[in-house]
């Protein structure tokens, strides 16, 4: 299927597939039969650790040749090689973007890719996978209704501190759920 180009009217054969990654590494089973077909047929990725990426795609199928895999890493030290993904999509490609743990594009760099391969006219297709501020949220018995996601708290204070006094402030008068992201 192809769809017209939102900025040159054109159409693009090109799909960019966001792969989720389960949250721990003995939990790849969690992911459908569909999704881990997918993740292992493609041939261009970018990742947000090369290392990681290659071990989770072997895991899902030991007979996978890696060499055959194009990878581009895409993280806090590195930014995303657009011209690279230009190319895979102009070259009419199936892509993935996988990320460490969880889904990409969320809490995750992935996002500048996604909003590019629209810019190209590509079809996203995010895949069914494991989102651990939903998997949180949903164990927690706090309001599932009204939720927000924050994202990252700052690193340190007083901002850290002020940041958690606002979303309290905001869930209070909101009754919302605050949602926000941690890493150790």
């Not at 090109?14 to 047929?41: F, I, Q």
């Not at 651990?132 to 708290?153: I, P, V």
């Amino acid at each position: 299927m192809t769809i017209p180009s939102l900025t040159t009217g054109r159409t693009s054969r090109s799909v960019l597939y966001l792969v989720p990654v389960p949250l721990s590494p003995y939990a790849a089973g969690t992911l459908s039969d569909e999704v881990k077909r997918r993740a292992c047929s493609l041939k261009y990725y970018f990742v947000e650790n090369l290392r990681t990426a290659r071990r989770f795609l072997k895991a899902m199928d030991a007979s996978i040749d890696i060499e055959d895999i194009a990878f581009s890493e895409i993280n806090r030290h590195q930014a995303a090689d657009m011209a690279l993904l230009k190319s895979w999509l102009q070259a009419g490609h199936e892509i993935g973007v996988m990320s460490e743990a969880g889904c990409p594009a969320i809490a995750d760099p992935g996002n500048v890719l996604v909003a590019a391969a629209h810019d190209a006219g590509a079809r996203v297709v995010p895949l069914v996978g494991p989102n651990s501020m939903l998997l949180a949220l949903m164990a927690s018995g706090l309001n599932g209704q009204g939720f927000r996601f924050t994202g990252y708290l700052p690193v340190k204070e007083p901002e850290r501190g002020n940041a958690i006094k606002e979303m309290e402030t905001l869930s209070a008068r909101n009754n919302e759920t605050q949602i926000f992201m941690q890493t150790p």
